[in-house]
């Protein structure tokens, strides 16, 4: 019986780090699924999802070192079907300004109101510049042009300048 | 003649000053430039300030008149001693530049001294045809180029139009903190 954990690996950046947990989970006879990495100012930050056929206790037991220097590490069942997205079309918001609170919020709050969903986001804060990238799924019926006014004039209140056009998908 | 042996002849100009270069968020570079008179001395000034400012920033190979914070449509480039060059113009300043026809995308990352703290992936032409205006003389010339020379120009002309290239990005996976300064 095999069942899907999430896995999240967090805190002071170093060499290895995805070595040791990919090396763990190899020898329980795990599979790494979706996975994704980055550094968020500087620490480092990963999620990731494996299929394996023991305990999440099992996992988390193997990958304690980690905890014990200083990584915050949790192993979590994944319950459920995958969520079946809300269909439609794929769009891009792009945004950057000066940075200050509510910049995400504002934004993405009008995309959850038009009942549009957010599949893929990153943001960063350079020296005092706010950026954020967001790919969106929108229902068929979302009056996007709509939605792309109300994200201008969010914007301009902001002081941020955003664009949100549809995501450019070669299929070949 | 403004082309000669695939160069483009520039006008003689005057002695430029070192401008400098705004970063993001200034409105200046999110505002569309307007076009101006070739011929203006002001404008002539401008075209040598550029170059001179070019020259002396490492690892710059154009700049847009609002890069230094003046709203007219005018942009200096220079791409011959890049590796990623193919056909080059040289060294010159456009005025009123437009793009005439584009084709061949191609993805690559970008970074630009107006956002010092970021790279990007971007998808844009690797041919393209470019109209403006020498400054001074203000005669016509019609750039046809390829490769990196073709991406540079559409990254300032992009500048003109108010736009930096965190406004074109490929998607959120395409956006990178700079980890070297050229």
Redesign the interface.
């Known amino acids: 019986m095999t069942q899907s954990l999430a896995v999240t690996v967090l805190g002071h950046d170093r060499p290895g780090i995805i070595a040791d947990v990919t090396g763990v989970l190899a020898e329980l006879g795990g599979n790494l699924e979706d996975s994704s990495m980055t550094?968020l100012r500087g620490h480092f930050a990963w999620t990731l999802v494996a299929e394996v056929s023991v305990e999440a206790a099992v996992v988390a037991e193997r990958l304690a070192h980690l905890t014990a220097e200083g990584l915050v590490v949790s192993v979590l069942p994944v319950s459920g079907p995958e969520a079946p997205g809300v269909g439609g079309s794929a769009w891009?918001l792009?945004v950057?300004?000066?940075d200050r609170p509510g910049i995400v919020s504002g934004l993405t709050g009008l995309v959850a109101a038009a009942g549009g969903n957010i599949t893929?986001?990153?943001t960063?804060l350079?020296?005092?510049?706010y950026?954020l990238?967001?790919?969106v799924e929108l229902p068929d019926d979302v009056d996007v042009d709509a939605l792309s006014e109300r994200i201008g004039v969010a914007a301009e209140r902001l002081?941020?300048?955003a664009?949100f056009v549809p995501?450019?998908t070669d299929v070949l | 003649m403004a082309i000669v042996d695939g160069r483009i002849v520039m006008p003689a100009l005057p002695e430029g000053r070192v401008l400098p270069v705004v970063?993001?968020?200034a409105d200046v570079l999110?505002t569309p430039c307007v076009d101006v008179d070739p011929t203006d001395p002001a404008v002539v000034q401008l075209a040598a300030d550029l170059l001179a400012t070019q020259r002396v920033s490492p690892g710059c190979v154009g700049l847009a008149a609002n890069q230094v914070g003046v709203g007219w449509r005018v942009f200096s480039l220079d791409v011959s001693a890049h590796p990623k060059s193919r056909v080059t113009h040289g060294e010159y300043v456009l005025v009123n530049a437009r793009i005439e026809s584009s084709s061949r995308h191609e993805k690559s990352r970008e970074g630009c001294m107006s956002?010092?703290?970021?790279t990007g992936d971007l998808?844009r032409a690797s041919r393209i045809a470019v109209r403006g205006l020498l400054p001074g003389t203000g005669e016509e010339v019609l750039v046809e180029t390829d490769a990196f020379e073709a991406r540079a120009l559409q990254h300032e002309l992009d500048h003109l139009d108010g736009f930096?290239f965190?406004?074109?990005?490929?998607?959120?996976?395409?956006?990178f903190?700079r980890k070297t300064y050229l």
């Not at chain 1, 350079?126 to 510049?129: E, P, Y």
């Open positions: 550094l891009l792009s950057h300004g000066a893929d986001l990153t960063r350079g020296s005092g510049l950026v990238v967001a790919e002081g941020v300048r664009t995501a450019d | 970063t993001v968020p999110s956002v010092p703290d970021f998808k930096v965190l406004d074109r990005v490929v998607g959120p996976h395409a956006v903190a």
